[in-house]
């Protein structure tokens, strides 16, 4: 599991951390033969440190991490280990159940931004059913949206170099019979100017307590085009994927990926052989070009140091 | 030729009207069993039609061939086909001689710029010697800053969907022993946040009398990230780029391109079958986006009106 979200056959913050919750719930089914948890406690933790050590910049991943390290600390050490497996199942299905739930109050919250007409909405990357346990952060705003007759066009960046707009947005778009437009990332602001686009709707790996959002490479050029042209850019996250720990997102450390993303197809070159590559996988945008941060308890608004702490002080 | 322009294998605005020419001199010597002009002439301006239908955007190359065709149209009907085909190619050989002389020119002017320290460039498409009869607009600039020492580092942005800037800027510079790094387009306002870039320099397809420049789709977006982060915006151009006949850019015919650009690599898809697509091969960018166009007359600055009147005024 861990070798499959570092190289990307699953990706997307929250599908990243259902999967390695996932992977932990096989592990300890795996280990029911030692008997008992003080056996396997060992090789629990280590499993633990294995999926951190997969990709560094969805926050998602640490927040589950977090709580099944939690979980697991508090066992005791003659505790069955058919019961240790069965919990961290338990609490892996809850992660993913309560992802699902959380798309769709995000999708709602979003929808209902809309309230004049129906909205051509340009996005990101895969941010639907993909990335998520279902239904999506940014495209399940986009689902919302269609599902009220409030979605008059969807332009997809194709997102590169991974392509996740061409083979995963764009496919998810269609087999719902949302209209959906393909185009290279660079022409979106060209969408902008001749006035197609109403609004850009993204996800995000991690939002920092001011605001400052890491989502896919390309993402930051967007929200300079937005502003550029008056046009509403939203972010649209679960509240796992905000990292209250760091004030900024000077912080965010941003996962650099091989050059071959960039340098072949198919595995032909399409630029010459070592050429010297720079292939940042996400960028940040400042709080301060986002027109508001949509998640599953609502949409807040700038100042968004004030409004997130709000956010999580409010938490039961 | 026609067929050769028209499906890039030949691409660039100064290459294109260069190999127009060339087109026009080889169908004139293949003529040369016709005797004289005037059983020839018609199956000219035919030829020239056809050129003139290969691609819309370029100013060039229709510069090029109205220099053809009124050379053409002070033929004596009488003139003996050696004479003509002796004509058409030197004409063809000077405008590509001229080329040459304008990209050096272009360069030297637009090194000029950099007084102080040796600047970090960023760059989009090909406008280098593949592109130009040699030497290069943009590209040109960036060589002749090398050669003065002057040239710290080039960021190529690969330039979806055809990739000139992997396939051919890259090359290019490196074949130069001149620093490059590749990255996808929307990763240049990343490296523009990061402060990696001192200067963007982009050639142009098309310069309307205001200064608002059609060039390689990508290029708005890449001025308005400039612009956000104070970073000077430079375009490169011929004066045989410049079209002030159109008053502003809202004139100027984007090409749209195949949607197979997108959608598939090397015969692949990479995209759902049967995807919407939209694949400008243009953008326009505003004349106040613009810092400074270099021409080979010299570096002009805004209102470009103005500047570029007076640039065309003081022609002899």
Redesign the interface.
Known sequence: VAEAIETMVVRGAPAIACAAAFGLAIDAHNASDLGVWRAYSQRFFQAIERMARTRPTAVNLFNALDRFGAVASSFKDDVPMANVAARIEGDAIALYDQDLAICKAIGEHGAALAFDKPVRVLTHCNTGSLATAGYGTALGIIRSLHAQKMLAHV?A?????Y?QG??LT??EL?SENI?????????????M?NGEVDWVVVGADRVAANGDTANK??T???A??A??HGIPFYVAVPTSTFDTKIATGDQIHVEMRP?TE??H??G?P???I???????SF??TPHDLISAIVTEKGVIYPPYKKSIAQLFSSQV
Chains 1, 2 share one sequence.
């Open positions: 332009y960046d194709e997102t590169r170099p392509l061409a083979r764009a496919y269609m209209p959906v437009t393909l185009n290279v990332d660079s022409a979106a602001a060209y969408l100017k490479i390309g930051y050029s967007l300079v085009n502003r550029h050059s960039i340098t197809q198919f032909k399409v630029a010459p070592g050429v010297n590559v720079v292939n940042p960028d940040v």
